[in-house]
């Protein structure tokens, strides 16, 4: 799998708009980006993925470059809850089934 | 309904024991998965099994080995403990028989934190 970039920690204020960026400049053709997210002490739990177009759902969007050199997972409104490592991860959707982890990032949400 | 179970949460044991990690998912997905987080909190996958095949990492040592008595269970066992096989193991299954973008979700259970002293 093609590899992510992503800041190791950011720090969102409770009810205000979260911007977590990703870079993969050697994503290929058929690489969907993946965002997983792990809150502490639980398993990673999956959020939103997309191939070029931007995607909505009831967690979060994703806003995917022109380029798909980068992409950006937006949490509308950060709760608590929210805070958590989030992970950015590119997958072939023909290549097999595994996911490869990167470090995350960390995401620190003040009340 | 818990979707993915792991059991037990906890496993404390010694050094040179056999362990084994059981997991169910009752999801009806055909693909199975173990993941290993060490102290550093990196995610590793270690293997990745449905009933046609098993890969594995090729560096997870063989003494870990994945066994799946029906496709609703992947149970994890583990030869000869040793310190350095202390980490938190998830488990996790997904469909990939799904058509789009449905495929290749994974839904992870809540972990097993083993610690060999």
């Known amino acids: 799998d093609a590899k992510t970039t992503q800041p190791n920690s950011m720090e969102s204020n409770e009810e205000e708009p979260v911007h977590l960026p990703c870079n993969h400049s050697?994503?290929?053709?058929?690489?969907?980006i993946h965002w997983y997210r792990q809150l502490p002490s639980q398993g990673p739990e999956y959020v939103i993925h997309?191939?070029?177009s931007n995607v909505n759902n009831r967690m979060a969007s994703l806003a995917i470059a022109e380029d798909r050199k980068s992409s950006t997972l937006i949490l509308h409104r950060a709760t608590l809850r929210d805070a958590a490592v989030y992970y950015c991860i590119l997958r072939d959707n023909n290549a097999g089934n595994m996911l490869t982890f990167g470090g995350g990032t960390r995401l620190m949400v003040k009340p | 309904d818990t979707a993915v179970s792991q059991t037990p949460k906890y496993l404390v044991t010694q050094m040179g024991n056999d362990k084994s990690i059981k997991c169910e998912q009752n999801?009806?997905?055909?693909?199975m998965y173990w993941y290993k987080q060490d102290s550093k909190k990196f995610l590793k996958i270690m293997f990745s099994y449905n009933n046609k095949e098993l890969i594995i990492n090729e560096t997870v040592p063989n003494r870990f080995s994945p066994k799946s008595p029906d496709k609703a269970h992947l149970n994890l066992h583990i030869n000869s403990l040793e310190l350095g096989d202390s980490a938190v193991y998830f488990c996790a299954s997904s469909h990939q028989q799904l058509a789009g973008l449905a495929k290749n979700i994974q839904y992870f259970g809540a972990g097993t934190r083993l610690s060999v002293l």
């Open positions: 050697t994503i290929s053709g058929t690489d969907y």
């Open positions: 999801l009806g997905h055909d693909t």
């Open positions: 997309g191939l070029t």
